[in-house]
């Protein structure tokens, strides 16, 4: 069995991950923490009845009394760095899909890794199909280079654009380099209208109750457009890519980032 936490336990996503882990027969749930935590039993959380761990409110105690070898992340993007350096100092393996970390706090990863020799997986999103959909869209993008992508979310969200919006432009970026779009006389009548930009690359978000997580990306050429898109219609559908990193970053070499370089 491997001895697994859950960071941010109390949220959407950590109760999810702490349900999937219980259910799992090569994982063991160990330890939890939430920043404001009463020490309620995971298994109450969880609708399992008790199962004899609590949710701490100190990643660093609940690390030394529970000797996880994985921390699963979903917290916040201010939390976030701070859980993983702490994680990887006390030889934890990090699972991260917690969103809003750049590209410099990639590289800071990777060397701690290597400093600590500590292995670690970060994904901007766990779900299978939005992993499809960013890989199609590279394949898409040395066809159709034009591109917009509009990313639909719960109202809860803290961060825009999307860290899947925001990679997926990125991916597309890398094959298809900066491109202006749009008229270049175009004039914003009101200020943020035509969304945030990445390499010429405009992401719209949008925030609705009801939403969970949801991304379209539209390319246009002469006289079509293609559009794909990706549903999550609930929050199971990252739980096969979270529970495969954490049985697979024990093993890996160092730091993978994306779901798609351990699906095999
Ligand atoms: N990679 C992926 O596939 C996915 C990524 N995400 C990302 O995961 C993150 C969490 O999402 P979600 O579950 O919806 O958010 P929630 O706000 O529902 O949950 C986050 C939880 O973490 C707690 N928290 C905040 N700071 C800390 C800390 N320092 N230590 C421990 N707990 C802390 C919050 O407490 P409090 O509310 O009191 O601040 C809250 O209970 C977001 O960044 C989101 O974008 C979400 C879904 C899929
Ligand atoms: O906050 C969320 O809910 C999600 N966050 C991730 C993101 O920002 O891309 C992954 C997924 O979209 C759900």
Redesign the pocket.
Known sequence: MIRVMVCGAYG??GREVLRAVHKDEMLSVVGAVDVNSDFADVGDLIGVGKIGVVVGNDLATVISETKPQVMVDFTAPEAVMVNIRTAIASGVCPVV?T??ISTADIEEVRELCKKHRGNAIVA????LG?VLMMQLSVNIAKYFPYVEIT?L??D????A???????TAELIAAQRGVLKQGNPKEVEKLPGARGAEYAGIRLHSVRLPGL????EVMFGGLGQTLTIRHD?IS?ES?MPGVLLACKKVLTVDGLVYGLENIMS
């Not at 901007?124 to 779900?127: A, D, H, I, Q």
């Not at 809860?156 to 961060?159: F, S």
């Not at 969970?212 to 991304?215: I, K, L, R, T, Y």
């Open positions: 959407k996503m899909g969103t809003g901007p999103n766990f779900s939005a990313e979310h719960h809860q969200k803290l961060d654009p999307s860290g899947t919006a925001i990679r969970v997580a949801h991304q999550s929050r990252f």
